[in-house]
């Protein structure tokens, strides 16, 4: 099964070639679903990002699937063109006239989970225009698993000539809305979610009162539209049974460290599935790890047929581990692989848990030895002074450098 990783910064580019994803998708700013909540790729660097993942072996994927309107259509195309000069495997697209225009421009196309494909006589139409397609979220394995065999039975081929793959989302966030579809934030604020501008007001904490008498109703928890996160490391082996060929790791709008992780516990899992070696055991320690950087609340969402009514409980993340800034690289030793850092915030200590993120370093991470700071060995580096320590390898000047520490408490969110 291949991983496509979600890159929303060359960071988290960088992050992802270094956990193994087979793809990563991303949006260039403006027009993409995540035009608000993503660093995104300015035009001029689309090209130098698809060397990059070329250079590893990985395909790259632009993400056009939002509303457009006629005012825009020049822009699109003028998108999709540069696109094609730059060499993107594929488009990921819900709007036939984005569709159209890539077949003209030759590019392969990908079916946007906001198409919302239930059923096969669907798969089987929109297999005239593209390879892959995303399947709406609100499928169980046993519904996805009737239409990969189908596939199957047909010979059903994209416009490449391969056989249709089919692609789900295997963790990151859910949404209360019909494959992303939602209008809250629209209509709200006017700032609308199906053109990447969503401000995520179904993650905040609501109370129901009654305008006339003043009584209020008693819920849950007040978070009424939360979801929680989707997270399938313990059905794995349900998916492939499945006939799925393409595992999608949501988060644009999340960080390089959530990034390298997601990806590498998911690479770590396919290919213990393809050595024989997934066990209850190691997926525990992958459940423990996911659970370390960003998320909801993790739940399987709709693919065992069950109701999703676990909500979040609380706002913000429910990472057990937090990272914390702490400063910036000045220098590089090169031939001792010392890293020296400018500590403007948080205060370092000897043996603590780091991570360094820059957009060519990707991320970092270890633990703190060798610690010096001002040129004397220490156990801690206050702020004001300059820190080294050991590191595996090459990190940048102005690279960031976060101290990880575990959450001890949920205020702490």
Request: net charge positive.
């Amino acid at each position: 099964m291949e991983i496509t990783a979600p890159a929303g910064s060359m960071a988290a580019l960088q992050a992802a070639l270094q956990a193994g994803a087979d793809s990563v998708y991303l949006g260039l700013k403006g027009l993409n679903m995540r035009a608000r909540s993503g660093n995104n790729f300015s035009p001029a660097q689309l090209a130098e990002a698809v060397a990059l993942a070329r250079s590893a072996g990985v395909k790259t994927y632009l993400t056009l699937n939002i509303i457009f309107y006629n005012k825009e259509t020049e822009k699109i195309k003028e998108i999709i063109n540069k696109a094609a000069r730059s060499g993107i495997d594929a488009v990921i697209a819900s709007d036939i006239a984005v569709i159209q225009y890539c077949r003209q421009c030759r590019i392969p196309v990908h079916i946007s989970t906001q198409l919302s494909v239930a059923n096969y006589e669907a798969v089987k139409f929109w297999a005239q225009y593209a390879d892959v397609i995303v399947l709406a979220r609100e499928l169980d394995l046993g519904m996805i698993k009737d239409i990969t065999a189908r596939i199957k039975k047909d010979d059903l081929r994209g416009p490449s000539g391969e056989l249709l793959k089919i692609e789900i989302f295997a963790h990151g966030a859910l949404c209360i809305s019909a494959g992303g579809r939602c209008g809250m934030s629209l209509y709200q604020y006017n700032a609308s979610a199906n053109r990447g501008l969503c401000l995520q007001s179904c993650r905040f904490k609501y109370r129901v009162i009654n305008e006339e008498t003043g009584q209020e109703m008693r819920l849950q928890n007040g978070y009424l539209f939360s979801a929680q996160d989707i997270c399938t490391i313990d059905i794995l082996d349900r998916i492939k049974k499945a006939g799925v060929s393409v595992l999608k790791i949501e988060g644009r709008g999340r960080d390089a460290l959530y990034v390298k992780k997601t990806v590498a516990v998911y690479k770590a899992a396919v290919e213990a599935l393809r050595q024989n070696g997934y066990t209850a055991a190691r997926v525990s320690e992958w459940l423990e790890e996911l659970k370390t950087v960003f998320n909801r609340g993790l739940e399987g969402g709709y693919y065992l047929g069950n109701k999703c009514t676990n909500l979040a409980n609380r706002y913000g993340s429910h990472a057990v581990e937090k990272k914390i800034f702490s400063g910036k690289v000045v220098h590089f030793y090169s031939k001792l692989k010392v890293v020296e850092i400018s500590i403007t915030a948080t205060p370092v200590k000897e043996g603590e848990k780091f991570v360094i993120t820059g957009d060519t370093t990707g991320v970092l991470s270890g633990k703190i030895k060798n610690l010096r700071g001002d040129g004397c060995k220490q156990q801690t580096v206050k702020q004001g002074q300059r820190a080294t320590f050991t590191v595996s390898r090459k990190v940048r000047i102005n690279d960031r450098l976060y101290i990880i520490r575990k959450r001890e408490k949920w205020k702490d969110l």
